[in-house]
């Protein structure tokens, strides 16, 4: 059974920190199977960005980790689940240099 998806996430990220990408579940007994979930990071900014992809469920756990040159785009599509209200995606930015991301979903199951 579908539920309804969420609309797009979309963040402007400026500062070297940590920044949630795709927010916890609203229920502590919520869960979400997102499959096709499609995340889109675009290096607005001149510098070179490390970005490091992060699903925290009260801890930090590594997703992927990659430098955006100068207006590079990073394209990757994903499967994942979510529970409750810690398991959230996570972006931490090695630069103040500017950062779009988009989070979005093709499909959503409970």
Same mark, same amino acid.
Request: hydrophobic share 40%; proline share 3%; aromatic share 4%.
């Given at each position: 059974?579908?539920?309804? !998806?969420? &609309?797009?996430?979309?963040t =402007?990220?400026?500062t070297a ?8 579940r609203?229920g502590? =007994?919520d869960t ?5 979930g499609m !995340?889109?990071?675009? =290096?607005?900014? &001149?510098?070179d960005?490390t970005v ?7 801890s930090? =756990?590594?997703i992927?980790?990659f430098?955006l040159? &100068?207006?590079e !785009?990073?394209?990757?599509?994903w499967?994942?689940v979510f529970?409750?209200?810690?398991d959230?995606?996570?972006l !931490?930015s090695?630069s103040?240099? &500017? ?10 199951t409970?």
């Amino acid at each position: 059974m579908s539920i309804q !998806l969420p &609309a797009p996430q979309t963040t =402007n990220i400026t500062t070297a920190a940590t920044t949630d990408i795709l927010d916890a579940r609203s229920g502590a =007994n919520d869960t979400a199977h997102v499959k096709r979930g499609m !995340l889109t990071i675009r =290096n607005k900014g &001149a510098a070179d960005n490390t970005v490091t992809l992060i699903k925290s469920d009260g801890s930090a =756990n590594e997703i992927d980790e990659f430098t955006l040159a &100068a207006e590079e !785009l990073y394209v990757n599509d994903w499967d994942m689940v979510f529970r409750g209200t810690t398991d959230k995606l996570q972006l !931490l930015s090695s630069s103040t240099s &500017a950062l779009d991301v988009v989070v979005s979903f093709i499909e959503e199951t409970p």
